[in-house]
């Protein structure tokens, strides 16, 4: 079967992109970005046909599924787990382009073997192909490089796209862009979009007939995970009858905000802060805010007895509890809205409160749907952010009607991950047929 792309610009791309990287090359010593992708990336393909050799079975279904990051993978997890369920012999191998996806999945029990996607170029697709001899590639989101999704199609992988959005004023639509994502978008089997108006879009836009709307598979994964909270009982414990605001993934920008709105307050609310990065660099530099405006604070990793939740702050200073500390919260705050975009919504929703957070949201789908489904707040100041917390903590009405429409949001939203198993499986059962 001969797969061709037409678009000028994907031709422009192939030709252009090696030099591209040639510069990116020569300059990443002055870059240290730049420096650590190509340094992970070195001596790639030994580890990995290592790793493969050792783990994987020649006659298994293999499935390739590839993310960007950690948050991509995470819509991708539910998917996992249903079909490893039905088909425990299914091989899996996942790829990232970030490290930090990396880094946070790499010991990741389901996967055969866990690695970085390497440079997009058409030697290194190939050889990547050749090596993992995949039968379906499920793509998450977003993360479109060419040359690897090109020369899978060439060796008969089944490209499978997944929660998929098509956010207005995007690349996509770029007038120069549009045909090159109309080229790339026809090279995939199947795509599941997040919701019917992207469906409409890669149909109408992007003649993408086959388009479907199966929703988003992290409804799925926060509403499993939150089955389950026990990790979190021996801090829950310690706020029983009292207003708890769980803030989580917060920056330097959400920790100002907040820090102020709390002690503008006073008494009644007790405060439980996540920050994003709990690096130590970051978390000295929390701490000598608290110490400058004379909050107490203990750290998580110092939790004893003494710890009081009416006088202290309890900082979250390790990584692995934000998901399920959420249960602890009458409501939540989630960070990033003050940056580039706020961060993860649904895992705060998912329990029944009320959600606040910054007024950069609009990359987000899932928030968007929550503050028109009326379970969020958008905050634009320290002002509003302390009406809002007043509001809440002293009117159990408005509160318990927020909280309601927020986790009934997620909850109307579940059944992506039964739509997009099955259509892996189809392409399995196929396989197995012949």
């Not at 389901?110 to 058409?122: H, N, S």
């Not at 120069?176 to 919701?195: P, Q």
């Not at 934000?322 to 993860?344: D, I, K, Q, R, T």
């Not at 009117?395 to 992506?416: H, M, P, W, Y």
Request: with cysteine; proline share 4%; net charge positive.
């Amino acid at each position: 079967m001969k797969v061709t792309m037409s678009s000028i610009t994907v031709f422009l791309y192939t030709i252009l992109f090696p030099f591209v990287l040639g510069i990116a090359k020569l300059i990443s010593s002055r870059h240290p970005k730049l420096q650590t992708f190509f340094r992970l990336r070195e001596k790639l393909f030994e580890a990995l046909e290592q790793n493969i050799s050792q783990k994987s079975s020649s006659s298994a279904f293999r499935l390739w599924v590839h993310a960007s990051s950690v948050g991509e993978f995470e819509q991708a997890r539910p998917v996992i787990a249903a079909l490893k369920e039905r088909h425990p012999e299914l091989t899996l191998f996942v790829s990232f382009l970030s490290d930090s996806g990396y880094n946070a999945r790499k010991k990741y029990p389901d996967a055969a073997a866990v690695f970085y996607l390497p440079t997009d170029t058409r030697r290194n697709a190939r050889k990547l192909v050749a090596l993992l001899r995949p039968d379906v590639m499920l793509l998450m989101r977003y993360d479109f490089w060419p040359n690897h999704l090109l020369e899978a199609k060439k060796a008969g992988v089944k490209l499978i796209l997944a929660a998929a959005v098509l956010q207005e004023n995007s690349l996509y639509f770029n007038p120069v862009l549009k045909g090159f994502y109309r080229n790339i978008f026809h090279l995939f089997d199947e795509i599941f979009t997040a919701s019917p108006k992207d469906t409409l879009a890669f149909r109408e836009q992007f003649r993408c007939e086959y388009a479907e709307t199966a929703g988003d598979p992290r409804f799925d994964q926060v509403w499993q995970r939150s089955r389950n909270s026990s990790s979190v009982d021996h801090i829950k414990n310690l706020y029983q009858q009292r207003m708890v605001l769980v803030a989580g993934s917060i920056w330097e920008q959400d920790e100002m905000l907040l820090l102020s709105a709390w002690q503008a307050l006073g008494k009644g609310l007790s405060l439980v802060l996540v920050p994003h990065q709990v690096n130590p660099e970051n978390m000295a530099r929390l701490y000598r805010e608290l110490d400058k405006r004379s909050l107490a604070s203990t750290p998580v990793s110092a939790l004893n007895g003494n710890f009081n939740p009416e006088k202290e702050i309890l900082v979250i200073d390790q990584t692995g509890y934000l998901v399920e500390l959420y249960s602890v919260a009458s409501f939540a705050y989630v960070g990033g809205g003050f940056g580039v975009n706020v961060h993860n919504t649904l895992e705060a929703a998912v329990y029944h409160i009320p959600v606040l957070f910054g007024p950069r949201y609009h990359n987000s789908p899932d928030a968007e749907g929550l503050v028109a489904a009326g379970g969020a707040t958008v905050i634009h100041d320290q002002q509003e952010l302390t009406t809002a917390l007043r509001a809440l903590t002293r009117d159990t009405q408005l509160r318990e009607k927020i909280g309601k429409s927020a986790g009934r949001f997620v909850e109307q939203n579940i059944g992506a991950t039964a739509i997009i198993a099955e259509g892996i499986e189809r392409f399995y059962n196929t396989d197995k047929a012949t």
